[in-house]
């Protein structure tokens, strides 16, 4: 690698990315975070579960085009899957790295699945927490069923009239979202609701916002072939961590994809929802530090 521990911008495919490396010191081979979102960033995970890996590992952050605090592009259409696996392998070049770990979380596990794909000599093991098929009908379905078994009253009755609305899945879904209120997304997010203070808490000191404009962009541009047909084709060594209480991309995704996979593992928390890296810290570092350091 080029760079030491240091936080600093990269200009990539013409836009600026906010990179930060931790655990130079470790020289181990590096593992490259992947934030979800889509549209998010790692200010949480830096700050909690980030601090206690790169004790033992050297750690890549980096924030995706137009989130957290890399810059934006021009066009409100300048996002795709391939875009953001270009940028990736131009970040990866230019760091010098020639072989990373990944470890993707939310989106961010959907999104490493794509680099693994599109790059397989590049990486090397996989980590990916409540992994996302962000393409399927399955995500949105798993998510209006979130938000029922969380919400109350009034709200409850609004979104079960939602569902008896002719309209497709997708408007429901939207719908859905528009109408739930803070306490009733944290419900959805977290099990235990102390950490969801917490969480917020970061999020607000973060003052970075998910202005949901590559989620649009992304959803207007699918892959020609959705990731869930070219999961065998992924021949990298996997862990899957999954929340048993996850309502945001749930637990029958997380087994789907183990399920395609070749070399797989799946790990229940079973007492997290969609963030097992803020509700079970010490478990998810000791699994994640476990697989990444075993030798093949």
Known sequence: ?????????????????????????????????????????????ERTVGRMISKERTVVYYEQRGSGRSDKPESADDYSIDLLVSDFKVLKDSLGIEKADLLGYSFGGELALEIAYAFPNDINKLVLSGPSLMYSN?????????????A???????????????????????????????KTVDRFLFEDQ???????????????????QMMKALYKSPPHVPLLHRLKKIENETLIITGVHDRNTGLSVSKIIDKELNYSSLELFYNSAHFPEMEEKEKFVKLTLEFLNTKD
């Open 1 to 45: 690698m080029k760079f030491n521990n240091r936080e600093y911008k990269l200009s990539i495919n013409g836009i600026n990315h906010w990179i930060k490396i931790e655990g130079y010191e470790n020289k181990s081979m590096p593992l490259i975070l992947i934030h979800g979102g889509p549209g998010g960033n790692h200010y949480n995970f």
């Open 138 to 150: 399955i995500q949105q379905l798993i998510q209006i069923q979130g938000f029922m078994s969380v």
């Open 152 to 182: 109350e009253g009034i709200l409850l009755e609004r979104i079960e009239t939602i569902l008896k609305q002719k309209k497709s899945i997708e408007e429901k879904y939207n719908e859905v979202w528009s109408i739930v209120d803070t």
């Open 194 to 212: 102390s950490v969801a203070e917490q969480n917020r808490l970061l999020w607000n000191k973060s003052g970075l916002q998910n202005t949901g």
